[in-house]
């Protein structure tokens, strides 16, 4: 008798999950979720006055080394190559980011070469901080103080709400520094945007009979679920347990939405570094699609803050409280013995795209092995 399996959430874990249940066992599958669209933060549309196709919850370009992800996103729609120039405001003036040669020689006001620049920056770095013990000293252990108050300081405090001291030192390894004049936001070898967005390429992946999305729905742990072999829950951990031991950290997005005509800041990206500018970034949609031809344009300013009752969580702070408190919930979540927990939410953890696709694909294949095999699956993906 083919097996029925919950997914709580229509985003890459949920939709992945579900493709690969279907097609590599014996089972039917719902997917819930509370919104009224799949694709989760990964949504996209298009704008209904210009027609640019938008990423709802804030920009998402695929990128990655693990060429059995790419591969697999491909099978749902084609992706072009794109390549993600950002660019920052400090002061009066335009950089690239990631700090790149051009960077450095543009802020110190010199011409280096590479070898010249590495030598510098390492004269300016703090060798008195041998062990960084938080996001500021591993900056200044690395790029010295003057770097990191114009592009990080600012900018970070604004994104995460406090301190950078109050931060790991952990969050600074996701920031390259490169000594050549590569402007590439992202190093992975495979990168692109897909042209019809993702909420189409998530829409193919469940487009299947033994497949039922159910939109609207709020999922409630302890009434849902019944006549259901197993539960996925890809949502906040917190969130399923009715927040019994308090709420998890998040920051959360806000955004305004202004139109132009033409191109209104020539990049799709413009960080905004300054403690004294409220917003973090502006983005500017029809940069991700160079291949259309939009006459106006629609551009989004973000705005930080912390996460309430009503926000939609986007971020995990992960600080020293919220770890132990995970700890908690994570405990409480392998007493449920028919519910296992993946994603960005339900697993506490900053993931990119192609992270939260690959687990979904382990998971299923894991869960596929031990039903196979009369075991208990796993809770979670990941051990921590």
């Known amino acids: 008798m083919a097996k029925r399996y919950l997914i709580v959430?229509?985003?890459?874990?949920?939709?992945v999950l579900a493709h690969q249940l279907v097609t590599s066992s014996n089972c039917r599958v719902e997917i819930w979720d509370e919104r009224s669209h799949i694709g989760g933060n990964c949504h996209t549309e298009r704008d209904a006055e210009t027609n640019i196709m938008v990423h709802r919850y804030g920009p998402h370009i695929f990128n990655t080394d693990k060429k059995h992800v790419w591969d697999f996103v491909n099978n749902f729609g084609e992706f072009r190559p794109y390549v993600h120039r950002v660019k920052a405001r400090s002061g009066d003036n335009i950089y690239?980011?990631?700090v790149n040669l051009h960077t450095i020689n543009q802020f110190f006001n010199k011409n280096f070469s590479p070898k010249e620049a590495a030598a510098f920056l390492d004269s300016l770095a703090d060798k008195t901080i041998t062990d960084p013990q938080n996001f500021e000293e591993q900056a200044l252990s690395f790029i010295g103080r003057e770097l990191y108050?114009?592009?990080?300081y600012g900018y970070t405090k604004k994104q995460w709400g406090c301190e950078p001291k109050e931060l790991p030192p952990s969050f600074?390894?996701?920031?390259?520094?490169?000594?050549?004049?590569?402007d590439n936001y992202h190093a992975n070898p495979y990168t692109g945007i897909p042209v019809e967005g993702y909420t189409a390429v998530m829409g193919k992946m469940i487009d299947h009979p033994l497949i039922k999305v159910v939109l609207n729905k709020k999922f409630q742990p302890s009434?849902?679920?019944?006549?259901?072999?197993?539960?996925?829950?890809?949502?906040?951990?917190?969130?399923?347990?009715?927040?019994?031991?308090?709420?998890?950290?998040?920051?959360?997005?806000t955004f305004s939405k202004n139109y132009a005509a033409g191109d209104y800041?020539?990049?799709?990206?413009?960080?905004?570094?300054?403690?004294?500018?409220?917003?973090?970034?502006?983005?500017?949609?029809?940069?991700?699609?160079p291949w259309e031809q939009h006459d106006n344009t629609v551009y989004f300013t973000e705005f930080s803050k912390e996460t309430g009752p009503d926000d939609t969580p986007f971020y995990p702070k992960r600080l020293t409280a919220d770890k132990a408190l995970l700890l908690q919930y994570r405990t409480l979540a392998t007493q449920q013995h028919t519910t296992s927990f993946l994603g960005r939410l339900a697993t506490y953890r900053y993931m990119d795209m192609h992270h939260v696709i690959d687990e979904?694909?382990?998971m299923a294949k894991q869960f596929i092995t031990n039903v196979q095999q009369n075991e208990r699956p796993p809770v979670f993906p990941n051990s921590e």
Do not use: W
Request: charged letters at 15%; glycine letters at 10%; one cysteine or more.
């Open 9 to 15: 959430g229509a985003g890459f874990s949920g939709c």
């Open 96 to 98: 690239s980011l990631p």
């Open 149 to 152: 108050e114009a592009f990080f």
């Open 172 to 182: 600074l390894n996701r920031i390259p520094v490169r000594f050549n004049y590569d």
């Open 223 to 253: 009434a849902d679920g019944q006549g259901f072999d197993h539960i996925f829950y890809t949502g906040p951990i917190d969130a399923y347990f009715n927040y019994q031991y308090g709420r998890l950290g998040y920051r959360t997005v």
């Open 265 to 289: 800041q020539g990049t799709t990206q413009m960080n905004f570094c300054d403690e004294n500018i409220p917003h973090t970034r502006i983005t500017e949609h029809k940069h991700f699609t």
């Open 360 to 362: 979904a694909m382990q």
